[in-house]
Each structure stands twice: as structure tokens, then as C-alpha cells.
């Protein structure tokens, strides 16, 4: 019996989950998403190509691989096509490696008719939501009046879509608010790639995954967005609509607790967050927009400019403690190449009170207390061994790996899959 191991982002998303699933993949025949939909943006680099994925499983260009898009995923049809589209444009027989729950729930048009009208009616205090539909395609499916892939395949499909359609337009109705896109060319487009969809194969993936594993065949979870992000544990009401810890996997793909195994809890040398909320160690400097130039931190679904800061360490632990990670790993530290000094969160003062602990009050006034490391020079997407790594940089991470109590496994050093640094 195999099991199940989870890759879960520990910040606000955009950790570089894509990378990893991807280099992973090699050791797993099978990738699922679980959770969260196509509010993700997940980069993998080849050569000196680079594909961004948003709702199919990161393992997708891997030779044999079987990439199982779960329950706990909402699914827009649309940018399923397109996405798919693309993929196959490579040269990927995308149809032959992506399989589709039958109780994932749908996204329609109307979820992001819903999505903009309640971020426009919240002002200035919006979440920065991708838009996507996600909070209203979770709020449907939680209402229990949601639609899912399985309904595709009912004879009175068309049914229940025009009944969820009529209870949408009645909420929408409340509103002053212009559609930020033709809702009836979407809605004719969302029902042609409803029938795209419905070629894929449909299945009843609790059971596929549970056949996976007894076949001893390791599947490897991919999660999207944060651990910050997580819908109980984030800043919430700043937050996505999903359960992003590693809970989530078990109820997104319906493999029961015991089968997980490692937890590889992916995050950046520093931090970053797209979208409102609070964020610690955010800075508004020149530094902070080195670290944005350098990393490339503009938004990979939506384009936006990511917020950056340094490494918040009591955000981290307690990613780390809520999901249970064994395995850490640091993406992006090539960033901050040639800084002089790096600084790291170790402690916060919240309301002038010293406390490691990430508090309830997204409002309340955070003051990081940080703790300095001389920077290092020279190029570290060059190195391929420990042993090329600079003393300053080995002391940074050691410091990490001491703090969060769990070793850090893999070094990402660049975007490509050779500088990637697996230390086990
Ligand atoms: P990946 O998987 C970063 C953020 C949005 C917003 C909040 C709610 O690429 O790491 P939603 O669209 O879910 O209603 O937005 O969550 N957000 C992400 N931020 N990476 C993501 O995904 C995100 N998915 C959602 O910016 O603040
Ligand atoms: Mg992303």
C-alpha cells in the first residue's frame, strides 16, 4: 500500500507549487488537486518554455502520468477547454492523462457575475478575489444548491442549471452593477465546453484514488493557494473559500487520514501576498520592490503585482503545525542573491505585546521583530551541490530549519528543473 503524500503552499499562494509537483512527479504516477480551482496559477518552466496551469494537475507533463482533478475542486468548464487546448498544442495527450471527479462542483457564469458584484459592494475592504467564481461556486455547493461534474451526464442537466441560473439572477437583482463580460456569450460558450468536458473521463475518483494506492501506487496532492489562505485557519474574511491545509486532501480526494504520508510544505525565501489582508513583513521600499523585479511577483492568474516582504517565521511555524508538514521546501532563495543583508520575522509585537503566535485580529497592529543575516554573493541558481552553497546562506537556512523544527529537503535555486537541490 502506497500513500498519499501533499504539497501544500505554507504563505499566501504563489510559493511555487507548480515546480515542484512538477519535479516530484517523477517519483508519483499520479497527481491530484483537491482542492481550491482556477483562481490558481501554477508556472512550470522547460527549457525555455513556460506553462502556466489552472485547474489540471501540475504532473501533467509527465510520460504516463494520471492527474485526477478531485472532489474538493470547483471546475470551470471554460478555462478547462482552454487550458486543455493549450496543453495538447505541446504535444500532450492531455485526454489520455486528466480524469475528472463526478462530485467536483461547477463553476458558472453566473458564480462570477456573483464573484464581481459582491467584491464591487464591499469597497474598499474587498478581498482582491481572481474573480474566478470560486466563493460563490463553494457557497453553492456548502447551500447544498450547487451543480457538479456528475449532473453533466443527468438528462435534466439544462434543468437544474436554469433553476441555480434563476436563483443567481435574483441575488444579482439586489445589485447596482454593471457585467463585466457578456453574460449570454458566456453562458453559450459555458455549455459548449460543458460538452468538451463531458469527453473527459468521469469517475468516481474516492474509489480510483483508494484502488491507487492498495495497487501501490503513490499519489501525490497538489495544493493550491496558501496555508494563509486556508478558509478556517487564514485571515479570514481575507482569505479563498477552500480548506488548503493538509485536512484538505483527505476530504477533496476521499482518502481517509492514515494514508497520508510525507507533507512537503512548499515556501519562498521571503514572502509574498496578492490580494488584500494583513501581511507582517510587507514592505512598501525599494527592497521590497528588488524582491519584486527579481522574483518576477506579478500575479500569474490575474497579472496583478504581488505585495513582498521578508520571511515571517510565526506564519510559517504555524502553517507547519496545522498540517503537519515533514518535509520543507525552499523555493526562490537565487532572489535575494547580492542583498546585503536578509532579514528574517522571528517574533511579532501585537499591540506593543512580543508574541510568536499569528493573531485572530486581521486588523490588529503587527510590528515584526526581525532578526538580521548577512547576505550572500555570487549566483546560487548555479550551484548543483551543498558543497557550492555559500557559508552566509547555509547559516540563513539553518537558522529556518532550527526555528520551524523541520529539516529542509529541497532547494529550488531557479525556475528550471535542474536547479533544483534535493538535500535528503
Ligand atoms: P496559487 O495556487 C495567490 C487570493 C486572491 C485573494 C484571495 C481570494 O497560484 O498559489 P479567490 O479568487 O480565491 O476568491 O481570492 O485569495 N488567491 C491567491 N493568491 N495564489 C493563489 O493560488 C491564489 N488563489 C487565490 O488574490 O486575495
Ligand atoms: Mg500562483
Not at 478556517?232 to 497520508?260: E, K
Request: proline fraction near 5%; hydrophobic fraction near 40%; charged fraction near 25%.
Amino acid at each position: 500500500m502506497k500513500t498519499l503524500d501533499v504539497v501544500l503552499g505554507l504563505q499566501w499562494g504563489d510559493e511555487g507549487k507548480g515546480k515542484i509537483v512538477d519535479v516530484l512527479a517523477e517519483r508519483y504516477p499520479v497527481v491530484a488537486r483537491f482542492q481550491g480551482g482556477p483562481n490558481a496559477g501554477h508556472s512550470i518552466h522547460f527549457g525555455n518554455t513556460s506553462f502556466v496551469l489552472h485547474s489540471v494537475p501540475s504532473g501533467v507533463f509527465r510520460d504516463g502520468s494520471i492527474n485526477i482533478i478531485g472532489n474538493g475542486v470547483v471546475l470551470d468548464p471554460t478555462i478547462f477547454r482552454e487550458e486543455c487546448q493549450a496543453i495538447e498544442a505541446l504535444g500532450v495527450p492531455v485526454r489520455e492523462r486528466v480524469k475528472i471527479a463526478r462530485r467536483a462542483h461547477l463553476i458558472v457564469p453566473t458564480h462570477k457575475l456573483l464573484d464581481a458584484a459582491d467584491e464591487a459592494a464591499l469597497g474598499k475592504s474587498k478581498i482582491g478575489s481572481t474573480l474566478k467564481g470560486i466563493g460563490p461556486a463553494y457557497s453553492d455547493k456548502t447551500g447544498r444548491n450547487g451543480l457538479r461534474v456528475g449532473d453533466l451526464l443527468e438528462a435534466d442537466f439544462r434543468e437544474k442549471f436554469e433553476t441555480l441560473k434563476r436563483k443567481h439572477a435574483a441575488r444579482l437583482a439586489q445589485y447596482d452593477f454593471k457585467a463585466p463580460f457578456d453574460p449570454e456569450a458566456a453562458e453559450k460558450q459555458w455549455l459548449a465546453d460543458a460538452e468538451y468536458l463531458k469527453t473527459f473521463e468521469i469517475i468516481d475518483a474516492e474509489y480510483e484514488t483508494n484502488a491507487l494506492l492498495a495497487a501501490d501506487k503513490a499519489i501525490l496532492a497538489e495544493g493550491a493557494q496558501g496555508s494563509m489562505l486556508d478558509v478556517d485557519f487564514g485571515s479570514y474574511p481575507f482569505v479563498t473559500s477552500s480548506s488548503t491545509a493538509c485536512a484538505g486532501a483527505c476530504t477533496g480526494l476521499g482518502v481517509a487520514p492514515g494514508h497520508i504520508g510525507k507533507v512537503y510544505g512548499v515556501f519562498k525565501a521571503y514572502c509574498t501576498r496578492v490580494g488584500s489582508g494583513p501581511f507582517p513583513t510587507e514592505l512598501g521600499d525599494d527592497t521590497g520592490e528588488r524582491m519584486r523585479q527579481r522574483g518576477r511577483e506579478f500575479g500569474a492568474t490575474t497579472g496583478r503585482p504581488r505585495r513582498t516582504g521578508w520571511l515571517d517565521i510565526p506564519a510559517l511555524k504555524f502553517a507547519v503545525m496545522i498540517s503537519g508538514v515533514t518535509d520543507l521546501i525552499m523555493m526562490k532563495a537565487d532572489v535575494l542573491d547580492g542583498f546585503d543583508t536578509v532579514k528574517v520575522c522571528c517574533e511579532y509585537r501585537v499591540n506593543g505585546i512580543r508574541t510568536d503566535r499569528v493573531p485572530y485580529d486581521v486588523y490588529a497592529e503587527i510590528e515584526p521583530v526581525y532578526k538580521e543575516f548577512k547576505g550572500w554573493s555570487g549566483d546560487l541558481g548555479s550551484c548543483r551541490s551543498e558543497a557550492e552553497l555559500p557559508a552566509e546562506f547555509k547559516a540563513y537556512i539553518a537558522y529556518i530549519e532550527q526555528e520551524v523544527g523541520v529539516p529542509i529537503r529541497i532547494l529550488s535555486l531557479g525556475p528550471d528543473r535542474d536547479q533544483t537541490l534535493i538535500r535528503c
